[in-house]
């Protein structure tokens, strides 16, 4: 068996709001490692939206999410893989689905939860309920079943976000926005291949490419000191690495859409989306709360500049500080 796990992340271009990275882990036959799981898995899961004759939609979060429907197929995806992981007794830290957006970011982001505090439009998230989608169960036991039945598991879900302030801090103390995104990045690989050490196989990790980046070893080497580096290959579609120590061995591939090509990346992308949503969600409340008439944003650069200046021709509250909600670039 080996440890198939994909990193995608959501938020990187914003101007407004958190940028999220998020993991999924699964455990694979080595003889499935480079099929195609959405067919392997086609009972539970599809791609395409007019073909799910109620299975999973795990795609692009691009592809999934839309103005018109809204969050509806990332929260019915992501919430069923979730109780997937309850139901088999994984290290998650929820014994039960979650309820509200507070419980969710706890199970999903124990590492980064914390740092909401200081972020005055967080501090509701206790009571903002989840919207449950009714059929998540028995689409969670579709999907379960058809992973044992192809000698898989879903092992492990997680992510990591920086919001504002703590992203303007990194750029203070680093100085380079696509290393921040790298570190993010690379902290998921590294947990992901510490908590499942004990397994037999390779662990094999595949990444969205970040930009039109192709080189990734001097960087790697860097976040992995103890480890020795091979490049298995360095071109316009793929970067792989291999990476090892005395006792085990992984692989990371850098792959040109890989959100779109592979499963676990796309699932991956929809956690870190649906995160990054409700938690916008949760600013516009906020601020529509203080200011009425400033109308909702998505946080992307050219709205976001719109939303601020709205907020500067209405009264904010006093201690208000700019650096927790613009980032800089």
């Not at 099929?35 to 999934?64: F, T």
């Not at 929260?75 to 309820?99: C, D, F, H, M, W």
């Not at 570190?183 to 291949?193: D, Q, T």
């Not at 203080?290 to 939303?307: E, I, N």
Request: with cysteine.
């Amino acid at each position: 068996m080996a440890i198939l796990a994909g990193i995608d992340e959501a938020g990187y271009g914003p101007l407004l709001g958190p940028l999220v990275v998020s993991g999924v882990a699964f455990s694979i036959p080595q003889n499935l490692l480079r099929a195609d799981l959405w067919e392997v898995l086609r009972k539970a899961v599809a791609r395409d939206k007019k073909k799910l004759a109620g299975r999973l939609l795990i795609n692009d979060s691009k592809k999934v999410y839309s103005r018109a429907t809204g969050t509806v197929h990332l929260q019915r995806t992501v919430l069923a893989a979730l109780y997937t992981l309850v139901k088999s007794g994984n290290p998650i830290e929820s014994v039960s689905p979650p309820q509200t957006v507070a419980q969710l970011i706890k199970t999903l982001c124990p590492s980064s939860f914390s740092s909401l505090d200081e972020y005055p439009w967080y501090r509701q998230l206790d009571q903002t309920p989840l919207s449950v989608p009714a059929d998540y169960s028995i689409a969670s036991s579709v999907f379960e079943k058809t992973l044992s039945e192809n000698g898989m598991r879903l092992l492990w879900m997680g992510s990591r976000f920086l919001e504002a302030g703590h992203y303007n801090r990194q750029i203070d103390k680093i100085k380079n926005k696509s290393r921040v995104l790298f570190i993010e990045l690379c902290s998921l690989v590294h947990h992901i291949f510490q908590t499942f050490q004990d397994s037999d196989g390779p662990a094999q990790f595949l990444i969205d490419r970040q930009g039109g980046r192709t080189q990734y070893h001097r960087e790697l080497m860097k976040m992995f000191p103890a480890m020795e580096l091979a490049i298995l290959s360095e071109n316009d579609t793929l970067s792989s690495y291999e990476l090892s120590d005395d006792k085990r061995k992984m692989r990371l591939h850098f792959a040109t859409q890989a959100d779109s090509k592979f499963l676990p990346v796309a699932l991956a992308s929809m956690v870190s989306k649906w995160i990054r949503e409700l938690l916008m969600n949760e600013l516009n409340r906020y601020f529509s709360r203080l200011c009425p008439d400033v109308k909702p944003t998505a946080g992307y650069w050219k709205d976001g500049q719109r939303f601020i200046a709205d907020l500067h021709k209405t009264p904010i509250p006093d201690g208000f500080e700019s650096a927790k909600l613009i980032r800089t670039k």
